[in-house]
């Protein structure tokens, strides 16, 4: 009895302690975490996973007023199948999507490298500037809480024909119409008024790095440039990555500042979502539907691409936190006062 | 060509201040240029909306005479604009609440909770941020017309949740991760529960983050236009920008540039007051002092 007790109490005993812990503090984080987020998960599903289903649904049905084979008029939606999207891809139809298309992406890489070094290069000087900080804080804040739309009318007003530009300029060029012109008024506008959206962030970013880093380099002997490239851009690269990555997103869905600034139907510069905005304000929701699912399909592949460099991050910093958990707590009193450890190690590397 | 020409010297000022002799004024001639930047535009908008009406197309840098006309006319009975100025507090502001609400629960959770589908959690978030507005609001749009919901506040404040909640929980989360856990872990040996923790220590000292959140939230609700656009047509329930964008004019010839700007000017207010806001809460520093 007593040997058969033995081993029975001796191995679930040990079990227990090893995997049943364990799943049952991760049960009841994850219950208590399931809780927490689901009023956020919610509303998500309600306003985006729920409306980008209808739209593919969507994208798959014509609607609104058609004649039939026999001249009736029919009203209704009906099922047409792919349709909608092998429209899109031949023809005059075709020609305008991958105008819109190539205006879409010249826009969002134009504008975001531009932003980003913009951006960036103003955040420093920011951070290094120790007079006047309060009033340059404002300023930078000005252009970024403009509403678009009323920067575009502004920008409209600055690039009409015998405005400041033209004035500024000498020149006499028709900013509005077709052409380059129209393009750079739009881009220099959306730089104008985002680049300090990108400084703001990367600025915070600046502020988290502790002092006692850039003494330790200096101490090193790193110069400034190693400094710059082994320590600021490291320990800002989250704050940066979150803000290229969310004008990234931004600018591929750019919709008030070409429609306001130049106009509705004008080739230079109809964007994707103009051009799903015009069709779906006929009320022909097929094809506006059929547009938005591939604009909605191009920002996914580009974001998948982005969020794997970035979602790299993410999970790094979640298995270096368990990693950490499982080694104990010698290692966290190595590391004592957080990010001066690998940073000064950064800036070690940067003395080479 | 203006603004290309201002972005050239202000990017090699930042290494001029690094590197050269000039350590002590480049920083401050780079702000100097950062303000010009940032100002110029703006300060043409307030110039062009105080000049008279008719001299309007005067290019000068102050205006010969300084008058309110234009923003007189702009709040002129049928304009619809103070209408709409209240229609986009009405909106920005309920979108901001429930926001901050809703998002900062489910930010501090991701930042500081360990379990399993966590990953997997913070990437559907950060994909449903990434989704474009017109996706959304087309089918929203036949919706809304079936429940008539169209002309309705509800109908621009739900489709906003769409791009402010993702984003707060983005930046909140990102604040949050960066405060040191060791700020709770204290507050528990001193006796609080992680509720308690959570609201007696980590929001006073998120007050910062929190505030730049509300800052961005508030400014996206307030710019948002697509939204507004499409599902209202009502005068009396459009926002601000959209009634902006449709002015006639007073005196009904060509682009009432005048009143635009003069419009503009007052739109731009409340968020300057916002921004003075977030000035000094940015100034009080964020997580540091709270550490050491």
């Known amino acids: 009895m007593s040997a058969s007790a033995a081993p029975v109490k001796a191995g679930p005993g040990k079990q227990t302690t090893k995997a049943d812990r364990v799943t049952s503090f991760n049960e009841g984080t994850g219950r208590l975490a399931a809780t927490l987020l689901s009023p956020t998960l919610i509303v998500l599903v309600l306003v985006v996973v729920y409306p980008i289903i209808a739209a593919l649904r969507e994208s798959l049905y014509t609607s609104g007023d058609r004649v039939d084979a026999d001249g009736f008029i029919v009203q209704g939606s009906q099922f047409v199948g792919l349709d909608n999207f092998t429209a899109i891809f031949s023809g005059e139809v075709g020609d305008r999507f991958w105008n819109a298309f190539y205006n879409t992406t010249f826009f969002t890489v134009t504008c975001v490298v531009l932003e980003t070094i913009l951006g960036m290069a103003m955040a420093m000087v920011m951070h290094k500037a120790f007079k006047g900080r309060s009033v340059v804080r404002a300023a930078i804040l000005v252009p970024w809480a403009i509403p678009t739309v009323v920067s575009a009318l502004l920008w409209k007003w600055i690039f009409q024909a015998d405005g400041a530009a033209n004035a500024l300029l000498g020149q006499q060029i028709l900013w ?24 703001l962030l990367v600025l915070a970013g600046l502020q988290t790095i502790p002092d006692e880093v850039y003494e330790a380099a200096k101490v090193d002997g790193a110069s400034p440039f190693n400094t710059f490239i082994r320590i600021t851009l490291p320990l800002v690269k989250p704050a940066l990555l979150v803000a290229v990555l969310f004008r990234i997103l931004d600018t591929l869905r750019i919709f008030d500042l070409p429609f306001v600034l130049v106009g509705a139907n004008k080739s230079s510069v109809e964007t994707l979502s103009i051009l799903a905005y015009l069709e779906s304000n006929q009320n022909r929701y097929g094809p506006a539907a059929a547009y938005a699912t591939l604009l909605f399909i191009y920002v996914a592949v580009t974001a998948f691409v982005f969020v794997k460099l970035l979602g790299a991050d993410v999970l790094g910093d979640a298995v270096q936190k368990k990693k950490g958990k499982k080694n104990g707590k010698s290692k966290n009193k190595l590391d004592a006062p957080p990010g001066v450890g690998p940073a000064a190690a950064a800036g070690g590397g940067g003395g080479f | 060509m203006m603004a290309v020409a201002e972005k050239a010297p202000a990017k090699i000022d930042v290494k001029a201040a690094e590197a050269g002799p000039l350590r002590r004024w480049a920083p401050l001639l780079g702000v100097a240029l950062i303000v010009l930047y940032c100002l110029a535009p703006f300060y043409w908008m307030v110039v062009s909306a105080l000049r008279r009406p008719s001299d309007q197309f005067s290019n000068s840098i102050i205006p010969t005479t300084w008058s309110v006309q234009n923003i007189k006319d702009v709040f002129k009975p049928g304009t619809g604009f103070g209408r709409g100025l209240l229609n986009s507090l009405i909106v920005a502001g309920t979108v901001t609440i429930l926001t901050l609400v809703i998002g900062m629960v489910a930010a501090y959770t991701l930042a500081r909770l360990e379990f399993r589908f ?13 989704f ?22 509800q109908a621009m404040i739900v489709p906003s949740l769409s791009f402010a909640l993702p984003l707060a929980v983005w930046n909140l989360t990102t604040f949050f991760r960066q405060m040191p856990r060791e700020l709770e872990q204290a507050a528990m040996v001193d006796g609080c529960t992680p509720a308690q923790a959570f609201r007696k220590v980590i929001i006073p000292l998120a007050a910062p983050g929190v505030f730049t959140t509300a800052i961005i939230t508030f400014i996206a609700a307030w710019n948002e236009f697509l939204i507004a656009l499409s599902m209202v047509n009502r005068k009396e329930i459009q926002t ?14 060509d682009q009432p540039f005048g009143s635009q700007m003069a419009a503009g000017v007052v739109v731009t207010i409340p968020l300057v007051i916002a921004v003075l806001i977030f000035q000094r809460r940015i100034v009080a520093g964020l997580t540091a002092g709270g550490v050491k």
């Open chain 1, 176 to 199: 509005s119409t077709e052409g380059w012109q129209s393009v750079l008024s739009v881009i220099i506008a959306d730089t104008w008024k985002t680049a300090p959206f990108i400084g």
């Open chain 2, 118 to 130: 966590k990953n997997f959690v913070l990437a559907i978030i950060i994909t449903t941020s990434m």
């Open chain 2, 132 to 153: 474009p507005g017109i996706s959304l609001v087309i089918p929203l749009k036949k919706l809304f017309v079936d429940i008539s919901w169209i002309n309705t506040y």
């Open chain 2, 240 to 253: 601000a920008n959209v009634v902006i964008s449709q002015f006639t004019g007073a005196s009904g010839r």
